[in-house]
């Protein structure tokens, strides 16, 4: 948990950005990011020189053994005076950045066009001096104040993409249910900052914490996740993975896994629906992962000659969000599931790649669960309804589970509002319970929240998903007096105000 000294650091540092002339709000946290990399690389390396003395094993640097490379440390550039300062960052040290790789990570990839942004000496020195005192060696504490930047996105990015509620990644995650025992392994084809794959470690780090495991921080549980220990190297190795064609969400991405504990985050930079993903990336573009979870972006330029092949000839359509939701069934190994957030129209729309799509869901896949959002979920980015669909790949599709979530725990307007004490409120434990604990033949009842609708009926209403199509609405009867005994009361009513208004104006005389 971020503490009230630390959060006003944060927006002091966000301000001094803000007053030194850089106001997009990406381009903050993404400078904020190279700096705080560039410190995590020197305190990284300063690790690694400790360990190598005490085992007398060589290790790769990330920083030359020369005079020049070691003056591209943040120990040494921090001293240097403020236009001294912005041309070594500027012209030595981001360069660098290009040709960096920690422990299998190649961050070269998305640092090939990082720039420094920051034009004014002394704002650099400020922000260097700021995050020079941030707790960035404490693992809770970093990553904690990572998101605490990212909620700072309060405008839409480009191609339709925007931040997803942390509470409603939180609920897809705790759906999804991702275990370590199988070794499974976690994808979301179009990343963004990574909220979904750092929640994911988030649910595990609570998954695999024991009771004696659990510590109490005035009042509030701190998860040690003491049992991850023998899927530690899982974890590292495979377990999460990123894309994203977006550079700046790319290398915010990134930057959000390395502070989460992966040490090398498998993030980059494609874009998943084209042609050359399976080229680039042939092991990841099908039948590789476990669990896939996203919120793809619903709009944005789309070259159509650029899909691929195998997509189009499964919904042909240049509408993204139809395109993601085939990609995702292509990249799921069989008996792999996807929590996917969806825009309405997807659910309910009447084109032919719409209701191909959802045949294909239906009929050669097991549908699992429709979850109807409220509309105001992702204001103040966007307005638009959404759901979120929960499939099997493979199997058969039987009865789907239906809920119907009115209240996610924030008011619905653009302030979004915390209106519990709990972020994880309104109806999503609910929810969430509901999922758990599901029965076909016990949810029936179509006017509460949650319920069951099967298959076949599916099947006969054009295979549309939205709630409404089968929700019954409770009408409870209202009875009212007979006329004759209200008039009655009006014409009592009105002697009394007579009778009053008589009285009054004797006593005024």
């Not at 429709?370 to 790949?393: D, E, H, N, Q």
Request: aromatic content about 10%; glycine content about 8%.
């Amino acid at each position: 948990m971020i503490t009230g000294e630390l959060r006003s650091r944060v927006d002091k540092l966000w301000e001094e950005f803000w007053t030194g002339g850089v106001t997009n709000p990406l381009t903050v946290i993404e400078q904020i990011s190279f700096l705080m990399f560039s410190r995590l690389l020197d305190i990284n390396e300063t690790r690694n020189e400790k360990k190598a003395q005490r085992t007398d094993k060589p290790f790769r640097r990330i920083f030359p053994d020369t005079e020049e490379g070691q003056k591209l440390r943040w120990h040494h550039f921090k001293h240097l005076g403020a236009e001294q300062m912005l041309h070594h960052v500027r012209d030595k040290v981001f360069p660098h950045f290009k040709s960096v790789a920690v422990e299998g990570a190649r961050f070269g990839e998305y640092m090939k066009d990082a720039q420094l942004m920051v034009q004014k000496a002394n704002l650099l020195v400020s922000a260097v001096n700021m995050i020079d005192e941030l707790p960035l060696t404490e693992g809770d504490t970093k990553g904690d104040l990572y998101e605490y930047l990212l909620s700072k996105l309060t405008t839409a990015g480009i191609n339709g993409q925007f931040r997803t509620p942390r509470h409603i990644i939180r609920l897809m995650v705790e759906m999804m249910d991702p275990s370590l025992e199988h070794n499974e392994v976690i994808g979301d084809p179009a990343c963004g900052t990574g909220g979904f794959l750092v929640e994911t470690m988030h649910f595990l780090q609570r998954k695999y914490t024991s009771q004696d495991g659990i510590i109490d921080h005035d009042g509030e549980k701190i998860y040690s996740g003491d049992l991850l220990e023998p899927h530690r190297e899982h974890i590292q190795a495979n377990l999460i993975h990123g894309f994203d064609f977006d550079v700046t969400m790319l290398r915010i991405a990134a930057m959000n896994l390395l502070l989460h504990g992966i040490d090398a985050p498998d993030i980059h930079y494609q874009d998943t629906l084209s042609s050359g993903f399976p080229d680039n990336f042939p092991n990841h573009a099908q039948n590789f992962f476990d669990v896939i979870l996203a919120n793809p972006p619903f709009k944005g330029s789309l070259d159509y000659e650029d899909v691929h092949s195998s997509l189009l000839a499964q919904v042909k359509t240049k509408k993204t969000e139809l395109l993601f939701v085939a990609l995702i069934l292509r990249m799921l190994k069989k008996g792999g599931r996807s929590a996917t957030i969806v825009p309405d129209g997807v659910l309910f729309g009447s084109s032919k790649a719409h209701v191909a799509l959802r045949e294909m869901l239906v009929e050669m896949n097991q549908l699992e669960a429709v979850v109807s959002l409220p509309s105001g979920v992702f204001r103040p980015y966007a307005g638009v309804s959404t759901g979120i669909l929960i499939f099997t790949k493979g199997g058969k599709t039987g009865d789907v589970f239906f809920y119907d979530l009115q209240n996610d725990g924030f008011s619905l307007d653009d302030k979004r509002n915390q209106l519990f004490e709990s972020t994880f409120a309104g109806d999503l434990p609910d929810c969430l319970s509901r999922w758990k604990g599901r029965d076909p033949k016990r949810d029936t009842d179509r006017s509460a929240k949650a319920f069951f609708v099967p298959a076949h009926e599916i099947r006969e209403k054009n295979y549309d998903l939205s709630l409404n199509r089968f929700k019954e609405t409770a009408y409870v009867e209202v009875t009212y007096d007979p006329p004759k005994e209200l008039l009655k009361r009006m014409k009592g009513l009105e002697n009394e105000i007579m009778r009053d208004l008589i009285e009054l104006e004797g006593m005024l005389g």
